[in-house]
């Protein structure tokens, strides 16, 4: 019997991560440590419930933040390189001034996560709109948006490689 693929999602932790995180995977027991921690889905099935709760957020994170003129749920983004959601930021000149649109797309599979994974990709997006590099003041912006944001990536990640080996748990 052929040993299951390692995925990439978590590359970016240490191997001692890694391996615990392994042991879950090859034991069987991803499912129960996940669905513990989160037992249901969100229940934000449309765009504009989507819309409204990150415009919820960046009202009380980043009031002074540029504005997002959509935020929807994408079936074109794959999960690939460890992206889970994008920004896109496009400028436009209209007659004598420059107009600018910031988007929030999350891919769909993130329709039936847990609330706290969604949460976190669109702290993540919205961090986007004052920080555009994944540096020191983009992880601290996320962490004061999102206390949790490190241990809600690690368990999003590790749902991740569970969906890749085993299927959906939500």
Not at 45 to 74: H, T
Not at 125 to 142: M, P, Q, T
């Amino acid at each position: 019997m052929s040993k299951p693929k390692k995925s990439n999602y978590l590359s970016c932790y240490s191997p001692q991560v890694q391996q615990q995180a392994q042991a879950l995977l090859d034991n069987e027991k991803s499912a129960a440590w996940l669905l513990k921690k989160h037992p249901q889905a969100h229940e934000l099935a449309s765009e504009k419930a989507l819309y409204e709760y990150a415009q919820g957020i960046k009202n009380r994170f980043m009031r002074s933040s540029s504005p997002i003129s959509k935020v929807i749920y994408d079936d074109k983004i794959h999960i690939i390189n460890n992206a889970l959601g994008l920004h896109t930021y496009a400028s436009r000149v209209q007659g004598k001034k420059l107009k600018s649109k910031n988007e929030i797309r999350i891919s769909s599979l993130f329709r039936k996560v847990p609330e706290p994974f969604l949460r976190m990709i669109l702290v993540h997006e919205l961090a986007h709109l004052r920080e555009k590099e994944h540096d020191k003041a983009f992880y601290k912006l996320c962490c004061y948006m999102e206390p949790d944001y490190h241990q809600l990536e690690f368990e999003l990640r590790l749902y991740l490689c569970h969906r890749d080996r085993f299927g959906d748990l939500w």
